[in-house]
């Protein structure tokens, strides 16, 4: 049976016209299912852009409007790839949505064991 683990990541704040880059590495083997971007305070996602690769590989080509990944949005797309342990996932929000925010990108990860190893 799978388990799913959830792993947030959080930007800090990222002024209108700006950018935030960080990753992740994977402490076990996971399948990425999902990622979910959520702002902090009442702004919207329209004009916030998403770069997010695994290892150098690309997962959306060139960028994704965040506002695909929200988690309200019934078109979020599932991602299912191998997640594997040291993997790096790393990702680049782009802000052009005219205010100062601070987002949480969620990474939905399912596991085959409990805990994790």
């Known amino acids: 049976m799978p388990y799913t683990r959830i792993h947030r990541l959080t930007t800090g704040s990222v002024a209108s016209g700006s950018f935030k880059e960080d990753s992740f590495t994977a402490d076990a083997d996971y399948t990425l299912k999902k990622i979910i971007v959520t702002p902090r305070g009442n702004s919207i996602l329209t004009n916030v852009q998403l770069y997010a690769d695994m290892d150098g ?61």
């Open 57 to 117: 590989t690309p997962i959306f080509r060139p960028d994704i409007p965040a506002d695909l990944l929200d988690p309200l949005n019934p078109n979020n797309p599932e991602i299912n790839i191998p997640f594997k342990k040291g993997s790096k996932l790393g990702y680049k929000l782009t802000n052009s949505s005219g205010g100062t925010e601070t987002y949480d990108i969620s990474l939905i990860l399912e596991t085959a064991a409990w805990p994790p190893a």
